[in-house]
């Protein structure tokens, strides 16, 4: 089982940056994809961003030109740049593990993003 544990959330004001990082451990397996989601209060958890044990990522439209995924692989970290942040930014973050080609993942507790002035 892989344990996920995310920092780097927090109140910002609009316009302003952060950035997350997410520790995995336990037994990973290689290849695999990290990444991050986002649920808003009252709506469905909703994909942001994966990168793979390969490098290639991927982004949902709404983030694509604002946030930037990365990886260490060797410290099995992922790291999200979130840059021009505005209120519609605001949720709560999770990171995700998962198997290549399995079911097989682990999500993290999440971490609150807050967008406000």
């Known amino acids: 089982q892989v344990q996920l544990v995310e920092s780097g959330g927090g109140l910002v004001q609009p316009g302003g940056s952060l950035r997350l990082s997410c520790a995995a451990s336990?037994?990973?397996?290689?290849?695999?994809?990290m990444g991050w989601y986002r649920q808003a209060q009252g709506k469905e958890r909703e994909f942001v961003a994966t990168i793979s044990s390969g490098g290639r990522t991927n982004y949902a439209d709404p983030v694509k030109a604002r946030f930037s995924i990365a990886r260490d692989s060797a410290k099995n970290t992922v790291y999200l740049q979130m840059n021009s942040l505005n209120p519609e930014d605001t949720a709560v973050y999770y990171c995700?593990?998962?198997?290549?080609?399995?079911?097989?993942?682990?999500w993290g507790q999440g971490t609150q993003v807050t967008v406000s002035s």
């Open positions: 336990g037994r990973i397996f290689t290849p695999n994809t």
């Open positions: 995700n593990y998962r198997r290549t080609g399995t079911a097989i993942g682990s």
